[in-house]
């Protein structure tokens, strides 16, 4: 049982340029999400997805894009990649909402991703 | 709308005394609380978290937090520190859509 898997663990990249960071988990969560994680200002959320299918936007999703084929993978997507990007992104799941019910739903985090735009 | 703040960027004790770490909470309805801890190069763990039960939570590794509605706190408490409590830890409210909003985080140090 691997958890939240993420890849890869450190990627840079030139303005402009376009990736994908992936994200796959073997708990068959219906709940993923992607942070990310910038000095002083926490976690924020980027985009999220209640099911295969079913994306939202979160708090700050400019530039990014996600999709949910199936239920173990939810890859984001940088498809311009801007300095402002540089972060820690951190992917995480949970069997439900978070909020919905909070008893059977804490979020499974990955190690994250160290991604430099230059 | 929700809001988080912890009140501490930095925290430092020396092992075997106890860690106090403060958050404070805005809501327009009963939340759902956490604590979060991240180790260094690591995905975040749940330490603890309150769900309208009992108001004084326990948690893993020696960890509790007590709620108080009156001063919308939820701080995090442990009467002894370790060397492996080093570490950063997040305070975070979650509405009942799943949005989850973090606070800036406190990083601990324990001096031997």
Known sequence: NAGVTQTPKFQVLKTGQSMTLQCAQDMNHEYMSWYRQDPGMGLRLIHYSVGAGITDQGEVPNGYNVSRSTTEDFPLRLLSAAPSQTSVYFCASSYSSPGSNPNNSPLHFGNGTRLTVT | ?112
Request: proline share 4%; with cysteine; aromatic share 12%.
């Open chain 2, 1 to 112: 709308a929700q809001s988080v703040t912890q009140l501490d960027s930095h925290v430092s004790v020396s092992e075997g005394t106890p860690v106090l770490l403060r958050c404070n909470y805005s809501s327009s309805y009963s939340p759902s609380l956490f604590w979060y801890v991240q180790h260094p190069n690591k995905g975040l763990q749940l330490l603890l978290k309150y769900t309208s039960a009992a108001t004084l939570v326990k948690g893993i590794n020696g960890f509790e937090a007590e709620f108080k509605k009156s001063e919308t706190s939820f701080h995090l408490t442990k009467p002894s520190a370790h060397m492996s409590d080093a570490a950063e830890y997040f305070c975070v409210v979650s509405d009942s859509w799943g949005k989850l909003q973090f606070g800036a985080g406190t990083q601990v140090v324990v001096t031997p």
